[in-house]
T-cell receptor, first 113, second 114 residues
Framework: GAGVSQSPSNKVTEKGKDVELRCDPI?????LYWYRQSLGQGLEFLIY????????KSGLPSDRFSAERTGGSVSTLTIQRTQQEDSAVYLC???????????FGPGTRLTVT | DQQVKQNSPSLSVQEGRISILNCDYT??????FLWYKKYPAEGPTFLIS?????DKNEDGRFTVFLNKSAKHLSLHIVPSQPGDSAVYFC?????????????FGTGTRLTIIP
């Protein structure tokens, strides 16, 4: 079946602009995670959604970052007033249940100029 | 505060030999550990995992060892093949509700020399 998909694959934006990144998880997966990988760094947890529970936003680096998950499926990560330090690869993952191996999408490479 | 550490950013191994990748963690609440493999321009793919109730898990050429007292785990690949060249990430999780997110190390770039 189809894996996790993300769009766009690449995004170049000017500092101060808002961006939206999209994630389509594997059908039937109830948990969805957002991570980012900055240059030379490991994957940094941002936010996760599990079913209808309140999302765990503990990894969001600032209030410029927000995410939503509509209908328990597609998720959008929004970064407002982008800064150069937001440049990274943003990865989405889903899993049929929490706490176990996560299936990752190919990522969105965000470059803020 | 890096709770999962991979102290070797890179490793080169001759084809056919054993590759050993190491990972240390500091959070004693972690009870599930995973290894992911990542090729350029792709998302990480799950490789192998181990629960804290075990000290070894084997899957084909890949074996993960867990030493809970030392808070250390390692991934052994034998024999190493050119297709194993990739970045390997160690990750840890706590199964308890509210802590299921994965905490990743910074990765080790493995290069297999033909």
């Amino acid at each position: 079946g189809a894996g996790v998909s993300q769009s766009p694959s690449n995004k170049v934006t000017e500092k101060g602009k808002d961006v939206e990144l999209r994630c389509d998880p594997i059908s039937g997966h109830t948990a969805l995670y957002w991570y980012r990988q900055s240059l030379g760094q490991g994957l940094e947890f941002l936010i996760y959604f599990q079913g209808n529970s309140a999302p765990d936003k503990s990894g969001l680096p600032s209030d410029r970052f927000s995410a939503e998950r509509t209908g328990g499926s597609v998720s959008t990560l929004t970064i407002q007033r982008t800064q150069q330090e937001d440049s990274a690869v943003y990865l989405c993952a889903s899993t049929p249940r929490t706490g176990y191996e996560q299936y990752f999408g190919p990522g969105t490479r965000l470059t803020v100029t | 505060d890096q709770q999962v550490k991979q102290n070797s950013p890179s490793l080169s191994v001759q084809e056919g030999r054993i590759s050993i990748l190491n990972c240390d963690y500091t959070n004693s609440m972690f009870d599930y550990f995973l290894w992911y493999k990542k090729y350029p321009a792709e998302g990480p793919t799950f490789l192998i995992s181990i629960s804290s109730i075990k000290d070894k898990n084997e899957d084909g050429r890949f074996t993960v060892f867990l030493n809970k007292s030392a808070k250390h785990l390692s991934l052994h690949i034998v024999p190493s093949q050119p297709g194993d060249s990739a970045v390997y990430f160690c990750a840890a999780s706590a199964i308890s509700p509210g802590n299921e997110k994965l905490t990743f190390g910074t990765g080790t770039r493995l290069t297999i020399i033909p």
